[in-house]
Every structure is written in C-alpha cells, then in structure tokens.
C-alpha cells in the first residue's frame, strides 16, 4: 500500500484546520484505491519532490531568547532557516518551504497547521534556545513524547509555551477502519520523526558540536502534527556565551544549515520516507 497514500486517508489533511475528512464510506474506498496495483507495462511515474517545511522558531513579538550580547533567537533562527531552504533547494528530488521568512508572529498551531496544509514529508523547526543551565552547549534534536526523555528536555518543552493538543476529527469514518488508519499514521510518522532525528544528529556530529545526549524528546506542540514526521533542531543555546558567540557570526549560521541540508537531503530520500 501507498504509505503516503495512508496517511492522507488516516488524517484527512484539511486545509488550516482538522474538519473535512472523508464521509463514511469513503476511507475504505480510498484505501483500496492506495492499495491497488499499477496496471501491468502502465509506465512508472517519477515520485514527486519531497517536501521539507523549516519553521524559524519565534519572530515578530516572540523574540525568543536573548543572548548576553543582545542577540535575539528569532533573527538566528530565521537566517538558519532560509540558509537551509536555499541548500535544499539545490538537492534532487527535494524541495523546501518556510512556514515564516519574515519577521512575523505566528502561533505554535499555525506552525503546525502550515506544514499539515502543505502536506510536508519532514517538518524541522529551528531554534537557539536558552538551556536550563548556562554549560549547555551545542546541537541537538528533540520528538515528541508526553513523557519527557529527562528534565532537560521537559525545561526546554515548557519554555516553548506548549498549546492544547492537536486532534483528529475521524468520527464520519467506520470506527475499525478508523482506529487502524491513525494506528498505521502515528507508527510511520513516530518512526519517520525518530529516524530523521537520528539521522541529523549522527551526520551532524562529525561536523558540529552536540549537546551531550543530543538525541531527547518531549511534549512540544510544534511537533503535534500528526501526519507529518517532526523534528525540532536547537541549533545552539544563547545562554551559552560560546555558542552565542558562534550563532553570531554569519560564516558559522551559515555552516550549520550546511551540515543540516546535507543530511536532511540524504535521509528525506531514503526509507522510511520513500
């Protein structure tokens, strides 16, 4: 069966909202139709570009942390972000979007709602935000959990201003069917989050300081979407007056998204997202 093809039938994908899903009846009949064969000697289409939306944390009246030197996340963020869209770019078979490029508010459901409207593969939201103590230093990756992986990783969700939970309206879909179309939906996107985080932080890591235990999780709500594998990358924390003084300079902004496009490029190509 399509995975991607699923996916849709499990979650609807409305635009900017959670209404709209099939009527009953019709998730089955989508699911056979995703489920049907290629007709025998029918040619094979070439797969369309993946998808990658980056989310430049804060903005507008959210400055996010504010860095000793008076060196606001929300203008790190933003360039780290266009920085990876233009080297994403340039890969084959990927494309890249930017839920924000300007200097502009946007709420955390917004955020989600944008890559959900989008139907992005990989949603990465970027941050540089201030640690629970001013040693930290370095990259790492977060997905969601309820359950925090450790206290640090809690400190940080919190600080995020988590929203309310994001729900799936599936109740004009035959209840089994349903229940099976979210279970297959949140495995393959858990395991795409997870694969994705791992990924970036491996490759990363032959480049670019990490965070000790770089790989964490916890309840953030820009990562609530549940059709879309979500990732969260503290490209550095501005409580730290190293990597404060590393997000300043534009050389090593521009370094990182760099390193971050290298690797997303490479693992948005392969499975589980293919």
């Known amino acids: 069966m399509n995975r991607r093809a699923l996916l849709r039938v499990a979650v609807g994908v409305p ?13 089955s009949a989508a699911v056979r139709e995703a489920a049907a064969p290629a007709a025998k000697g029918a040619p094979r289409k070439a797969p369309p570009p993946r998808l990658v939306m980056i989310d430049p944390g804060h903005g507008g009246k ?3 942390t504010i860095g000793a030197s008076g060196l606001m996340e929300k203008d790190v ?15 084959k078979g990927v494309t890249a979007r930017l839920t924000r490029d300007t200097d502009v ?17 990989l949603f990465i939201s970027v941050h540089a935000d201030s640690a629970p103590n001013a040693r930290a230093r370095g990259l790492s990756a977060y997905t969601l959990s309820e359950k925090a992986s450790d206290e640090f990783a809690q400190a940080l969700a919190q600080q995020e201003n988590l929203a309310d939970g994001l729900g799936v309206d599936l109740k004009h879909t035959d209840a089994e069917v349903a229940a099976i179309l979210l279970d297959l939906a949140a495995r393959h996107t858990m395991t795409a989050a997870l694969a994705a985080k791992q990924s970036i932080i491996q490759g990363a890591g032959r480049d670019l300081a990490l965070l000790d235990n770089p790989m964490r999780s916890a309840n953030f709500a820009v990562l609530k979407a549940p059709d879309v594998p979500s990732v969260l990358v503290e490209t550095g924390f ?3 007056r190293q990597d404060e003084a590393q997000l300043r300079d534009a050389a090593k902004r521009r370094r990182i998204a760099g390193v971050l496009a290298r ?8 499975a589980p997202f293919v």
């Open 62 to 64: 959210d400055p996010g």
């Open 105 to 121: 508010f946007l709420s955390l459901k917004e955020r989600v709602e944008i890559a959900r409207a989008a139907k992005a593969d």
């Open 15 to 27: 635009l900017l909202g959670f209404g709209g899903l099939f009527p009953a009846g019709a998730a």
């Open 263 to 270: 690797e997303v490029s490479a693992l948005i190509s392969a």
């Open 238 to 240: 501005l409580s730290n």
């Open 77 to 91: 963020t933003l360039d780290i972000a266009k920085e990876l869209a233009r080297q994403l770019g340039r890969a």
